[in-house]
């Protein structure tokens, strides 16, 4: 004798939620549909004007992105190599997004035949799995080229405190201090020690590097690098109390040639 599915029994559950599935189901599509139409209706009050101005908006809002503080606008090679990796996770992002829209639009269209392995095991596990490795090993691969290495590189100290910086770095007769301006030479790398005598601040100059925290008790150590002579601006990126937002200090590339005799004797002598 056949066994019945009674109440007790997992596959009856299922089958009970299902027109509890089936509602959700229609209402979400019933959401989605009255989304499009409402968003299409805002396309058709617009002035024809507007909306052939409207792909104008993506390079005006990437307009945004250049500035003094920009890390897409680099200035030396490990800067380079960031953006580079911002604007590759961009586009593949991108990628994703659209391939989300065309599965979704394909929901609105008629039932298709398609096998449930092509979703749990193509798109569940296939497709996370090759994104989070094309993500990991690309990261590595920037992280790796971006490190600071044991190869002659100038050293100089940034030193944090609330709310300032102070730099000490090689000059033709000895070290040099500067209160707010680091002095770096062209073209040759540039390790930056970073510590603070207080609280927590990050040490970062967007166009030439990326950010590294100055923690008490620890020093640490960021590569720089710029590709020609000239002045930048370097900010601190971690809250470090009231004064955090005028934490800022400037960064004066000297010519190769002129390094370290363009450096001035003191900090006094920086600020004029």
């Known amino acids: 004798m056949e066994r019945v599915a009674g109440y007790g029994d997992p596959g009856f559950r299922v089958v009970e939620r299902a027109p509890l599935l089936d509602w959700i189901d229609q209402h979400l599509m019933c959401g989605f549909a009255m989304l499009f139409s409402h968003m299409r209706m805002l396309l ?3 002035p024809h004007p507007v909306k052939r101005l409207a792909p104008l908006t ?3 809002g990437l307009a945004g992105c250049d500035g003094g503080l920009s890390a897409l606008a680099p200035a030396g ?3 380079a190599e960031i953006a580079w990796l911002w604007w590759a996770l961009l ?3 991108t990628l994703l997004t659209l391939f989300v829209l065309a599965l979704l ?3 609105f269209g008629p039932p298709r035949a398609v096998s449930e392995r092509r979703w749990t ?3 569940g596990l296939g497709l996370s799995l090759g994104v989070l490795t094309a993500v ?3 990261g590595l691969w920037v992280g790796e080229r971006i490190l600071p290495r044991d190869d002659g590189a100038i050293e100089v100290h940034a030193h944090a405190y609330q709310w300032g910086w102070r730099f000490t770095q090689p000059g033709a007769d000895g070290p040099v201090e500067t209160e707010g301006v680091l002095h770096i030479p062209a073209n040759r790398p540039v390790d930056v020690l970073v510590t603070t005598e207080d609280v927590i601040h990050a040490f970062w100059v967007p166009r030439l590097a990326g950010k590294i925290d100055a923690i008490p008790g620890r020093t640490n150590r960021l590569r720089l690098e710029a590709d020609t002579p000239g002045a930048l ?3 601190c990126a971690e809250f470090c109390g009231i004064g955090h937002a005028g934490m800022r200090f400037e960064v004066i590339v000297h010519a190769g040639e002129n390094w370290p005799d363009a450096l001035p004797a003191s900090a006094s002598d920086s600020d004029e």
Do not use: Q, R, W
């Open 58 to 60: 993506v390079p005006l």
């Open 91 to 93: 586009a593949g992002a």
């Open 233 to 235: 601006s370097g900010i």
């Open 44 to 46: 058709d009050v617009l």
């Open 77 to 79: 090679p490990n800067a």
């Open 136 to 138: 990991l090993a690309t």
């Open 105 to 107: 639009l394909m929901a």
């Open 121 to 123: 095991h193509g798109l």
